[in-house]
């Protein structure tokens, strides 16, 4: 479990500053555009097809994220990252200052041009966004900074949207849109001064200013250069905006003509939505353990999966009435109830699943290359949406579905876009089941696992419980660990496709198979002389009686082969569970017991292994 709560990165100068810096800029963006919207659709004297200027605006607004993200990128590599946002927030002034003049003036084209300023800014300013927080947190809080900084944006959005529409109900909304988006903006630059030092990545990066060639390159950088955990998940964060920018465009029509509902129905489903995507986000944190925990992402899938198929299953039917139903009249029907919680189901899991892939992405990504790559998923976010638009109308339009039908065929969708990720990067359906066994069958509780070092070869030995020790050791431990695990529990069905993911050696007897063995040794030598983590369990065997089996030579053959920390651990708590060689296990007995992993003190490489099993022995205790 984490120790620490997310909330108190709001306390702290390294995040607060940035935190209301981006808060302010999401809340701009939405409360400018939602504004134009507004007026176009209400208020302007215009002669132009309404509508056609409603889908401009969405043009003018995404088109900068596609040329002008790999611009971003590189800057965001080159310069100082805290430089480089008060520049982008000065700018949102002067932005501002255009946008309000439009309002004041009534000048459409002047409203055009700042809106397409806006989404430039904004596409300069995400690959610096996203960039930063690994700069500015520590490794345990890039869950919940991300987390933070998610709920922060779509409640920056729907208190955008909803702020529009309030300001537009008046006959002066004019004078108190300008007001409202250039205070904003100096109140984002004045919190912007305070965000600590970030250096620059790559100073001496030559700036390409051939957006098309340059975006071409981050793109390849992005998709074809990394490890292919970072470059699916890349594709899992665009999916992710696909799907969501299906249900936010449709959620108006679905709303008038699902639900026979207002405008403050609109405003209520989309407030459902933003506050289900917030609570996952801030859910994140704790169901990870302050670790990057990838194994929420196929859970989130899952989630998004059901929710969409229950929401079309409950739509149609709604009753109608002479006029249309305002938000208190809909909640007063139970079925809008059941509409409501999918949505918000739908805003939840979406959170499980796109913050763990941000932190996944900016974790695993080089320093150098960080903003580059958040450009690269920035520019395939918004080919993503752009093609959104297009399935959207392809199925509504030309093959005539309804719109339940539509969000039933991307929610099928989402099952084969998943299969895809997950079976290209099968860690991570590995980490979902380690993830599931240590949220469902047991409560792990951990203990002195600070010992572990963050970077750099250890070897840890435990004491050997249960088939499914090595599963919880790590779920618990943030670092990945390759274990040395006996070949026939190695080669179980199902928990073979796991081991085989994580790299882990297996080992026979030297009277067993001798090839096996001395593989083994190599193996293991190559992970610490990697800098890696490798897990013993020097008794050879699972305890068929609950006590400590004695240790095995071979924990001094690694040690006197690789002079690296060992750290001793203990499992308490496995014996008598399902996986365990109790002959009076059960399937229910001790289910969602108490489970505790204690690491020790490290010790020298040339500890003998009579040593390690005492100090594992003493660090197990009584509790078997």
Same mark, same amino acid.
């Given at each position: 479990?984490?120790?620490?709560?997310?909330?108190?990165?709001?306390?702290?100068?390294?995040?607060?500053?940035?935190?209301?810096?981006?808060?302010?800029?999401?809340?701009?963006?939405?409360?400018?555009?939602?504004?134009?919207?507004?007026?176009?659709?209400?208020?302007?004297?215009?002669?132009?097809?309404?509508?056609?200027?409603?889908?401009?605006?969405?043009?003018?607004?995404?088109?900068?994220?596609?040329?002008?993200?790999?611009?971003?990128?590189?800057?965001?590599?080159?310069?100082?990252?805290?430089?480089?946002?008060?520049?982008?927030?000065?700018?949102?002034?002067?932005?501002?200052?255009?946008?309000?003049?439009?309002?004041?003036?009534?000048?459409?084209?002047?409203?055009?041009?700042?809106?397409?300023?806006?989404? /430039?800014?904004?596409?300069?300013?995400?690959?610096?966004?996203?960039?930063?927080?690994?700069?500015?947190?520590?490794?345990?809080?890039?869950?919940?900074?991300?987390?933070?900084? %998610?709920?922060?944006?779509?409640?920056?959005?729907?208190?955008?949207?909803?702020?529009?529409?309030?300001?537009?109900?008046?006959?002066?909304?004019? &004078?108190?849109?300008?007001?409202?988006?250039?205070?904003?903006?100096?109140?984002?630059?004045?919190?912007?001064?305070?965000?600590?030092?970030?250096?620059?990545?790559?100073?001496?990066?030559?700036?390409?200013?051939?957006?098309?060639?340059?975006?071409?390159?981050?793109?390849?950088?992005?998709? $074809?250069?990394?490890?292919?955990?970072?470059?699916?998940?890349?594709?899992? &964060?665009?999916?992710?905006?696909?799907?969501?920018?299906?249900?936010? /465009?449709?959620?108006?029509?679905?709303?008038?003509?699902?639900?026979?509902?207002?405008?403050?129905?609109?405003?209520?489903?989309?407030?459902?939505?933003?506050?289900?995507?917030?609570?996952?986000?801030?859910?994140?944190?704790?169901?990870?353990?302050?670790?990057?925990?990838?194994?929420?992402?196929?859970?989130?899938?899952?989630?998004?999966?059901?929710?969409?198929?229950?929401?079309?299953?409950?739509?149609?039917?709604?009753?109608?009435?002479?006029?249309?139903?305002?938000?208190?009249?809909?909640?007063?029907?139970?079925?809008?109830?059941?509409?409501?919680?999918?949505?918000?189901?739908?805003?939840?899991?979406?959170?499980?699943?796109?913050?763990?892939?941000?932190?996944?992405?900016?974790?695993?990504?080089?320093?150098?290359?960080?903003?580059?790559?958040?450009?690269?998923?920035?520019?395939?976010?918004?080919?993503?949406?752009?093609?959104?638009?297009?399935?959207?109308?392809?199925?509504?339009?030309?093959?005539?579905?309804?719109?339940?039908?539509?969000?039933?065929?991307?929610?099928?969708?989402?099952?084969?876009? &998943?299969?895809?990720?997950?079976?290209?990067?099968?860690?991570?359906?590995?980490?979902?089941?380690?993830?599931?066994?240590?949220?469902?069958?047991?409560?792990?509780?951990?203990?002195?696992?600070?010992?572990?070092?963050? %970077?750099?070869?250890?070897?840890?030995?435990?004491?050997?419980?249960?088939?499914?020790?090595?599963?919880?050791?790590?779920?618990?431990?943030?670092?990945?660990?390759?274990?040395?695990?006996?070949?026939?529990?190695?080669?179980?069905?199902?928990?073979?496709?796991?081991?085989?993911?994580?790299?882990?050696?297996?080992?026979?007897?030297?009277?067993?198979?001798?090839?096996?063995?001395?593989?083994?040794?190599?193996?293991?030598?190559?992970?610490? $002389?990697?800098?890696?983590?490798?897990?013993?369990?020097?008794?050879?065997?699972?305890?068929?009686?609950?006590?400590?089996?004695?240790?095995?030579?071979?924990? %001094?053959?690694?040690?006197?082969?690789?002079?690296?920390?060992?750290?001793?651990?203990?499992?308490?708590?496995?014996?008598?569970?399902?996986?365990?060689?109790?002959?009076?296990?059960?399937?229910?007995?001790?289910?969602?017991?108490?489970?505790?992993?204690?690491?020790? $003190?490290?010790?020298?490489?040339? /500890?003998?292994?009579? /040593?390690?099993?005492? %100090?594992?022995?003493?660090?197990?205790?009584?509790?078997?």
């Amino acid at each position: 479990m984490t120790t620490h709560s997310q909330f108190a990165l709001l306390g702290k100068k390294r995040f607060l500053p940035f935190f209301l810096t981006q808060l302010c800029g999401a809340f701009n963006d939405n409360i400018f555009k939602q504004s134009l919207i507004l007026a176009i659709l209400y208020k302007l004297s215009l002669s132009a097809d309404r509508a056609l200027l409603v889908n401009l605006c969405a043009l003018l607004f995404i088109l900068p994220f596609l040329l002008f993200s790999a611009l971003g990128g590189q800057f965001g590599e080159k310069f100082a990252k805290d430089a480089l946002i008060r520049a982008i927030k000065l700018a949102e002034i002067v932005i501002m200052l255009v946008g309000a003049s439009g309002f004041l003036l009534n000048n459409l084209p002047l409203m055009f041009i700042a809106l397409f300023a806006m989404g /430039t800014h904004s596409a300069i300013f995400g690959p610096v966004k996203y960039s930063i927080l690994p700069q500015a947190l520590h490794d345990d809080e890039l869950v919940g900074g991300n987390g933070l900084v %998610e709920m922060g944006t779509f409640l920056a959005i729907l208190a955008g949207t909803i702020g529009a529409g309030i300001m537009l109900s008046s006959s002066h909304y004019a &004078n108190w849109v300008a007001v409202a988006i250039v205070l904003v903006a100096c109140v984002g630059y004045l919190a912007s001064r305070g965000i600590p030092r970030a250096h620059a990545a790559l100073p001496e990066l030559k700036l390409d200013w051939n957006i098309f060639r340059q975006s071409w390159a981050i793109m390849r950088l992005g998709l $074809q250069q990394q490890t292919p955990s970072v470059s699916r998940s890349l594709v899992g &964060n665009s999916w992710f905006w696909f799907l969501g920018a299906v249900y936010l /465009t449709q959620i108006p029509a679905y709303a008038k003509e699902l639900l026979h509902g207002d405008e403050g129905v609109v405003t209520l489903i989309l407030a459902v939505f933003s506050v289900g995507i917030a609570t996952g986000s801030m859910l994140c944190e704790r169901l990870s353990g302050g670790k990057v925990e990838i194994g929420l992402v196929p859970f989130g899938s899952l989630g998004l999966t059901v929710f969409g198929i229950l929401l079309w299953w409950h739509s149609g039917g709604f009753i109608q009435g002479a006029e249309p139903h305002s938000w208190l009249a809909v909640l007063s029907e139970p079925q809008a109830w059941l509409i409501l919680g999918d949505i918000f189901g739908i805003g939840l899991f979406g959170g499980f699943y796109i913050v763990p892939l941000y932190a996944l992405i900016q974790a695993r990504t080089a320093e150098h290359e960080r903003a580059r790559v958040i450009a690269a998923n920035n520019i395939l976010n918004s080919l993503f949406m752009v093609v959104s638009a297009l399935v959207s109308i392809l199925f509504l339009s030309v093959a005539g579905f309804s719109i339940p039908e539509l969000f039933l065929v991307v929610s099928l969708m989402n099952i084969a876009v &998943n299969s895809y990720i997950f079976k290209i990067v099968p860690e991570f359906s590995m980490r979902f089941m380690i993830w599931l066994l240590s949220h469902s069958m047991y409560r792990v509780e951990h203990r002195g696992l600070a010992q572990i070092p963050d %970077e750099g070869a250890a070897l840890l030995v435990c004491n050997h419980v249960s088939f499914v020790d090595a599963l919880l050791i790590g779920g618990a431990v943030r670092r990945p660990i390759r274990f040395v695990m006996y070949y026939k529990i190695y080669n179980l069905p199902v928990l073979n496709f796991i081991f085989r993911t994580a790299g882990t050696v297996p080992i026979a007897g030297r009277n067993e198979d001798l090839l096996i063995y001395d593989a083994a040794f190599k193996k293991i030598a190559e992970y610490l $002389q990697a800098g890696e983590l490798v897990c013993l369990f020097p008794e050879g065997k699972l305890t068929t009686d609950g006590e400590l089996n004695e240790f095995k030579s071979g924990v %001094e053959r690694v040690l006197a082969e690789n002079p690296v920390p060992v750290i001793p651990m203990a499992l308490q708590g496995l014996w008598g569970s399902f996986f365990s060689r109790d002959p009076g296990k059960g399937l229910f007995r001790r289910l969602w017991s108490r489970v505790t992993l204690v690491a020790g $003190q490290p010790l020298a490489a040339n /500890t003998d292994r009579q /040593t390690l099993q005492a %100090e594992v022995g003493a660090l197990r205790g009584a509790i078997r």
